[in-house]
Structures are given as C-alpha cells and as structure tokens.
C-alpha cells in the first residue's frame, strides 16, 4: 500500500519574491539557464541544486550554503506538520489562449523497490545522474527538490479534497512565474483531511511522472541507511502527486530530427513507409491538429523533409504491422507512435536500430515543431519526424506491465517548481 505523511516544510521566508528563489527541476537546466537563474538572486535555489565547485566539493557546498539559509532565517521550518497542496496554472506551448490548472499534492512518500508494486516507473535511470543525486543527499541530508507522481482517481475523490483544501485556508504563496505560469500553495493542518486524503491514497499504485533518478536515488539512501521498510526519515521522500484524472494534466511529445540520412535512401523515402503506412502532405498546423487527438489503433505521426513538405504518416492496419514488430515486445509497448517510429522506420527504413538510438549522433531531439521545421529546413538535419503527445493512460499501462517507455517519450509540462516547498531529513 502507498503510505503517504505529513511533514514539516522547509521555506522561504515569507517577504522573499519566490519568482526569484525558485526555479525548474535540477535535470532540465542547462549551464546558461542555471546561470541566469543564479543571477536573479544569492537565495536562488538553483545554487543549492546545481551547486558550484569542482568534483565533490560541490556537494559540500550545497550542503553549507542550505545550513546557511537555515541558520539565517531565509529558510525557515513549518512548525506544524502538514501536506501542502499546489495550483499551476499555465498555458502550454504554442497557444495562447487556453490556461490549463493543475492540482498537486505535496507529502511526504514511503519508497519502495519497485519489486514491492507499490511505486512503479514507465522509464529507465542512467547510473551517472543517481551518483550525482545521492552525494548530495548524503551532504545535505534534505530532498531539495519533491518528484511529480500520479495516482488513479476515477471517481474523482481525492482531486476534490485537494480542491476543497485549496478553499478552506488562505495560500501560504501565490505568485506569477516564467513562461505565463501562476503558482498557490496552501498548508492542509486538518487532521480530518489529512486523514481522508491518506485513506484515498493507500490502496493505489504510484505511478513515477517525473523524478525517475531521485526516487531511486532515495531507494539506496533509506538502504545504506538502513532504513528501507523501516519507520525512518529516510524511508520517505518528498512527493508532489497529481491525479491521473486531473484535467490539467499535460504530457507533451518530444519530436526527433535525423541527420546522415543516404541520398539513395531519401530518395525512396515515400516508398520505404509505403508498405505500411499512408501518407499525405498537409499544412503544418493540421498535421500538429491531428497529432494532439489521440486515434484508438490508427498511430500516426508527422514527416518533414529538407524541402519544407510536411506529411501526415498514419499506420495503415495495425494488425498487419504486428507482425513487423519484434515477436517478443510487451504488448502494452505495441500501440506506442514512439515504438512503431523506431521499429518501423528508424529500422526497417533509415537502418537506425534501437540499440543505436541512444548513443548515435545522428538522432537529436525537440519538443517544438517549430524548431524542428527550421533546422531540417536549414540543412542540419535531413528529415524529422513529428510525434504526438502520449496519453497519461498509456504512460501508466505501460508502468503497471513493468516495462518501460522509449527514450524521450513523454514531458509532463509544466515541470514542478524547485524550491517552493522542501525537507530536511530528520525533521518530518
């Protein structure tokens, strides 16, 4: 069972502009945007989560820097525990006029191996960015960052809780962010609805979003701690958990350009994909209309070649490309657009095989259209292809099989805000 706590928040003090200290996940940051974000203040977050210095030295001094602010009251320590509940409000990116709000729950989460069945992922970790988080758990003894999990909720229970909390107490936050977003936070201190929403949340499995390496990275710190199954602080991590029927739930494509395509085969591109699939050339826009409506066993995606022609690529019968496909992959893998690119074209048409695509430098990857357009368009890439945007449903089909989605297949959107609320280890 998922077991879920109240806990004592670490913060900002309250007269500190949080558009300033906070800032997107530690893994989506490049050296110029953690740099830019550093600037904005000597209290980002930013500096804690991507701390400067040379090898390991940087983990002792993200270490120093957050006692700092401890000691100095620009953090400050939520004297009753509790869960705390988030609205982002945003407007995904390409349009302009549909804001979308999410709910989020922060607490704090028993881990588990994913053996137990209880916390389950829909993707693979690389050892690298796990050694990097876990030194820095060790040195600051804090989850500076919460994960973004969901959880089933048909008929909709816990998200009305969560909506209801956001009613019952003025929010502790409310603050516009970068890219048009809008952040609220409130503290839930009702015993009572700390407890229903506990007693919502205990029978479901947890389904990883986002944080796939700092939740495996808590599985080895409660170990070497001894404390995995325990009643220990190292037995929890901090957890935001959305609902999977939350209507704000995004999950955005992530779209790939291929370079060192041979002449011999763009040339014979159209009858490569022929056998199996029909394609039409369309307007930009329709077929990026087309690919944000899921088609029940018609998957299809977007082709752009060097000329600016854009072309819409439906699979033709899916139970003539089943037997295309690998005999030996998981069925929940089947329908995926992100499967049947690979396998199907990046294979059989481009000669990319799937052990390849994640160490060759012919694959690159975006979640603009736009972009990908442009530099096909512009010469450094031969072709792209335009994949839609997979469903919360698929994602947590996939995780319940125990199998995992393809490299770069989902983007839940907008990431989590770092530093809005965290935990000191120990203390709740």
């Keep these: 069972m998922a077991e879920i706590r109240p806990f004592h928040a670490l913060r900002y003090r309250s007269d500190l502009d949080l558009s ?3 800032c997107p996940p ?3 940051l490049s050296p110029a945007e953690r740099a830019a974000l550093a600037e904005r203040s000597p209290n980002a977050a930013v500096r804690v989560i991507l701390p400067e210095g040379e090898g390991d030295a940087r983990y002792t001094n993200a270490a120093g820097l ?3 602010w401890i000691d100095s009251g620009i953090l400050r320590e939520d ?3 509790g869960f705390y509940v988030t609205r982002t409000e945003f407007t995904e990116p390409g349009t302009t006029a549909i804001r979308h709000s ?3 729950l922060v607490a704090l989460l028993r881990v588990h191996d994913y053996a137990d069945r209880v916390v389950l992922p829909h993707e693979r970790t690389l050892s690298a960015p796990k050694e990097d988080r876990l030194k820095m758990q060790r040195a600051t003894r804090a989850n500076v960052e919460s994960i973004f999990a969901l959880v089933e909720d048909a008929d909709r229970s816990l998200y009305h809780l969560l909506e209801e909390a956001t009613k019952a107490t003025a929010p502790l936050a409310d603050f516009a962010g970068d890219d048009a977003e809008h952040h609220t936070l409130w503290a839930v201190h009702n015993p009572e609805i700390i407890a229903a929403i506990q007693e919502l ?9 986002d944080g796939h390496h700092r939740y495996e990275t808590a599985v080895a710190y409660a170990r070497e701690n001894d404390a995995l199954g325990a009643d220990r602080p190292e037995s929890f991590l901090l957890t935001t958990l959305s609902t999977v029927n939350d209507p704000g739930i995004s999950v955005l494509p992530t779209h790939r350009l291929v370079r060192g395509v041979a002449p011999e085969v763009m040339n014979t591109i159209f009858a490569r994909l022929g056998s199996s699939f029909d394609v039409h050339e369309l307007p930009l826009k329709d077929v990026e209309s087309r690919l944000r409506l899921p088609v029940e066993n018609q998957p299809a995606f977007g082709l752009v070649l060097r000329s600016g022609e854009v072309y819409q690529v439906t699979v033709r019968d899916m139970n003539a490309i089943a037997e295309l496909l690998p005999a030996d992959l998981p069925a929940a893998l089947r329908p995926l657009e992100a499967v049947i690119l690979q396998y199907l074209v990046l294979d059989r048409a481009l000669g990319i095989p799937a052990a390849e695509v994640a160490k060759t430098d012919r694959i690159a990857y975006t979640r603009n259209a736009d972009e990908a357009v442009r530099r096909v368009h512009d010469g450094e890439f031969d072709l792209a292809f335009l994949l839609g945007r997979p469903s919360v449903a698929a994602v947590c089909e996939v995780a319940s099989a125990g199998e995992a989605m393809p490299q770069k297949s989902t983007y839940f959107y907008p990431k989590l805000l770092s530093g809005l609320v965290m935990r000191r280890i120990g203390n709740g």
Excluded: C, H, M
Excluded at 201 to 209: G, L, M, R, W
């Design 79 to 81: 004297v009753t525990p």
């Design 102 to 104: 999410r709910l989020g």
């Design 66 to 68: 957050l006692k700092e």
């Design 20 to 22: 300033a200290v906070t």
């Design 201 to 209: 949340v205990a029978p479901k499995q947890v389904f990883i979003a």
């Design 26 to 28: 530690y893994d989506v």
